[in-house]
């Protein structure tokens, strides 16, 4: 997102805003902020989606350069969410467009939208070799993380006072759930499905608590370089399997001319995925068990299955793949800043930061480095690699997330993996919640 906004230099310096020429960006701020604050702002998708685009645009530029903030905190991104619940908590906007902005939210059914695209483009985008290689080394090396920080986050939580079941649902979930776009957002729409309740109540907490993790995800990170260089024995500088195997080396990305008939194509299946999920949570298959599995759970199953058997064609692939590079990136400050405005109170996220929600943070974050770096060993990976790779790069932000840990941690190399751990990873944790959300809080 921070690329959007460039300073050229030719004849005369030009500054843009989300790409758009500053002076021009101003004069639409200004007929938007006209609407809003006279509040003729109509109850139409266009009009939600003006103020939405608009108004989160200069966060999100502004976020991305502030220092410390954009390196740790994440960037425009949060900014918009913090400054979408101040708005919200204080009414900063008129009731009017805040109403416009949550039925947009949730009546429109842009969030459907937004989850749909980006599970389908995800897993797709993972290479089906890849894919399968995952499922017999990798794998379990996630499950192994996914284990160890319940557990170092169950036993932290004991300390202070806290159930299994909240520590469980309420923090290690969000936290190893994938980021935000993919992983805490549709966990929210799951979590509101099987208790009831908004998915704005568990949003407010698992934001937060993502953010902690995060930042101590990139901290751990940077240490666990050092103790490379001193243990050279626990780590590949960036290989992960021992005897200098390159696990990629036939991965080769498929070279196709990207026509935006296939990034229609690649709407058109993501919508069609979702609708053959909501075919087997409404009708077909609504539980298993007699536990209820949402709509979201079964579309992560059968896209990962299409691209496992192969039966998606490449254009159409890459095609969802491409509307999903635009939907994460271009819209996710749209998505932040709508998420903001939807929220039921700004102070539940002051809240959540207390100390003893850092030390479990911080607890599931170690667990999951451990749990990955313990299996990892005994597949035949590097411990530190597998680590960073598959247990970290679980319980950070998503993408953006993996970046900062592989920068902080001196092994770009691992992107792959990582990529794996933040998609593939993510989703078991949404199949997962479905499953735990039906049979403790439902």
């Known amino acids: 997102m921070g690329d959007t906004a460039k300073i050229n230099y030719g004849n005369q310096r030009k500054?843009?805003?989300?790409n758009i020429p500053c002076m021009l960006y101003v004069v639409m701020l200004v007929v938007i902020l006209a609407c809003i604050y006279l509040e003729v702002v109509p109850f139409t998708l266009p009009a939600s989606l003006a103020v939405l685009l608009v108004v989160s645009a200069v966060l999100g530029e502004v976020g991305d350069r502030i220092p410390i903030w954009n390196e740790y905190i994440g960037g425009g991104a949060i900014l918009a969410f913090v400054v979408g619940g101040l708005i919200y908590t204080y009414e900063?906007?008129?009731?009017?467009?805040?109403?416009?902005?949550?039925?947009?939210?949730?009546?429109?059914?842009?969030?459907?939208?937004?989850?749909?695209?980006?599970?389908?483009?995800s897993v797709l985008s993972i290479k089906r070799k890849l894919l399968?290689?995952?499922?017999?080394?990798?794998?379990?090396?996630?499950?192994?993380?996914?284990?160890?920080?319940?557990?170092?986050?169950?036993?932290?939580?004991?300390?202070?006072?806290?159930?299994?079941?909240?520590?469980?649902?309420?923090?290690?979930?969000?936290?190893?759930?994938?980021?935000?776009?993919?992983?805490?957002?549709?966990?929210?729409?799951?979590?509101?499905?099987?208790?009831?309740q908004t998915a704005e109540k568990f949003l407010s907490f698992a934001l937060p608590i993502l953010t902690i993790a995060?930042?101590?995800?990139?901290?751990?990170?940077?240490v666990l370089n050092k103790i490379g260089n001193s243990k050279p024995s626990w780590t590949g500088n960036g290989e992960l399997l021992k005897g200098n195997v390159d696990f990629d080396a036939d991965q080769k990305e498929e070279k196709l001319e990207l026509k935006l008939e296939d990034v229609a194509a690649g709407l058109a299946l993501a919508c069609t995925f979702y609708m053959l999920g909501t075919l087997?949570?409404?009708?077909?298959?609504?539980?298993?068990?007699?536990?209820?599995?949402?709509?979201?759970?079964?579309?992560?199953?059968?896209?990962?299955?299409?691209?496992?058997?192969?039966?998606?064609?490449?254009?159409?692939?890459?095609?969802?793949?491409?509307?999903?590079?635009?939907?994460?990136?271009?819209?996710?400050?749209?998505?932040?800043?709508?998420?903001?405005?939807?929220?039921?109170?700004?102070?539940?996220?002051?809240?959540?930061?207390?100390?003893?929600?850092?030390?479990?943070?911080?607890?599931i974050v170690v667990g999951a480095f451990v749990g990955s770096a313990i299996v990892g060993y005994l597949v035949g990976f590097y411990p530190i690699e597998a680590g960073i790779a598959a247990g970290l790069c679980m319980a950070n932000r998503g993408g953006s997330g993996d970046i900062a840990v592989l920068g902080a941690s001196k092994r770009m190399s691992l992107i792959s993996y990582a990529q794996i751990s933040s998609r593939l990873g993510g989703a078991i944790i949404l199949v997962i919640a479905s499953v735990m959300f039906g049979i403790f809080l439902g």
């Open 280 to 363: 087997f949570s409404k009708f077909l298959l609504p539980t298993i068990f007699g536990i209820q599995i949402h709509t979201y759970a079964y579309m992560i199953v059968f896209v990962a299955f299409s691209n496992v058997f192969n039966v998606i064609p490449a254009n159409m692939r890459q095609g969802a793949k491409r509307l999903q590079g635009f939907f994460g990136t271009n819209m996710l400050w749209l998505q932040m800043l709508a998420v903001g405005l939807a929220l039921t109170d700004f102070n539940e996220i002051i809240a959540a930061l207390t100390i003893p929600n850092v030390i479990i943070a911080g607890g």
């Open 132 to 196: 399968l290689r995952a499922l017999t080394g990798f794998f379990p090396a996630i499950i192994g993380g996914i284990v160890m920080a319940s557990v170092f986050g169950v036993l932290l939580g004991l300390v202070f006072g806290k159930s299994p079941v909240e520590i469980l649902t309420l923090y290690m979930l969000p936290i190893m759930g994938g980021g935000t776009g993919a992983g805490a957002i549709p966990m929210s729409e799951i979590y509101a499905s099987a208790t009831g």
């Open 214 to 222: 995060n930042i101590l995800c990139i901290f751990t990170a940077s």
């Open 92 to 121: 900063w906007m008129p009731r009017q467009t805040i109403e416009l902005v949550i039925h947009f939210f949730d009546e429109f059914g842009y969030i459907d939208l937004f989850v749909s695209v980006l599970i389908t483009g």
């Open 15 to 18: 500054i843009t805003i989300f």
